[in-house]
């Protein structure tokens, strides 16, 4: 299995070979170079995954989470901008609300209001 230092490797590989130009790390990722990482694998992780989609970029193929996992993981770890992303997906019409549901149910999630309306 392919760890998070093999994956740095090939960045920078495809960086010298100029198959990039530039890159460079953001969000949770980058916060490890910061701080104490928290531990944020648990049971609605582990599910996500397990039900991820499969999708095509370009030619490649790509496994999603699905964006009621998206949502219900932005609920779990909380935050203005974590809950307006949730808002996105909703607004987009991306999200099975009966689904989402469920999965908020399944692990004790409140929907602090967003599924109302």
Known sequence: MATLE??????NELSSAQVIEHYAIGGATAVL???EPARTYNELVGE???????????ATPVRV?????LVALALQAGGSRRRERAAQLLEADAVDRSVLRGILQRHGLDD???LDG
Do not use: N
């Open 48 to 58: 996500a995954v397990q039900a991820a989609r499969d999708f095509a970029y370009g």
């Open 112 to 114: 602090g209001g967003l």
């Open 6 to 11: 093999d994956v740095f490797r090939v960045l």
């Open 33 to 35: 170079f910061y701080a």
């Open 65 to 69: 989470v699905s964006a009621e996992h």
